[in-house]
C-alpha cells in the first residue's frame, strides 16, 4: 500500500487504490476469526496484487504526462530553431 501511495495512486489509480484497501480491511476483519485465517491470506494477497496495479496504473499515467511534456518540449524547440533559420536566410 505504501508503495501505491507513494506513486501517487490515490490521484492516478484511485478505483484500484480503494480496491486494495477495502480487501485489506477484509483481511484484516478475517484474520482476528481463526476459523478464517485461509479466507484472510487469499484477501490479503487479492490486496497486494491490487495495490499493486494502482502503483503500476499511476506510475505509467505519469510517464505519459511526461512523455507528453517532453513532445510539447521538443515541438516547441522546433518551431524556434525554424524561425532562427529562417531569420538567418533572409
Known sequence: MRKADEALASKYAPLELVKAREKLDKARTAARDDDRWEEAGALALQ??????????KARATQAEERAGEMRRS??????????AHRGTRG
Open 47 to 56: 490486496a497486494q496484487v491490487d495495490a499493486q496495479l494502482a502503483e503500476e
Open 74 to 83: 521538443i515541438e516547441a524547440l522546433k518551431i524556434e530553431i525554424e524561425r
